[in-house]
């Protein structure tokens, strides 16, 4: 994915996950691996035999 430098540096200051003293845990990728797999598990509330790995993917 192609991202500006400024919008690296908002997701870095706003939205990657951060230890006890702010520093990154994990890279923008991770960022939007992480918000993918979140959303494909709201799935399982309305079809428990949902696909989720398929879904996180689609969603990624």
């Not at 520093?23 to 799935?43: C, G, S, Y």
């Amino acid at each position: 994915m192609n991202l500006t430098e400024n919008a690296i540096k908002v997701l870095e200051k706003r939205y990657l996950a951060k230890d006890e003293v702010g520093n990154p845990l994990e890279t923008v990728d991770e960022m939007f691996r992480r918000v993918a797999k979140h959303i494909a598990q709201a799935d399982k509330l309305y079809s428990p035999d949902a696909d989720i790995e398929a879904l996180e993917e689609e969603f990624y």
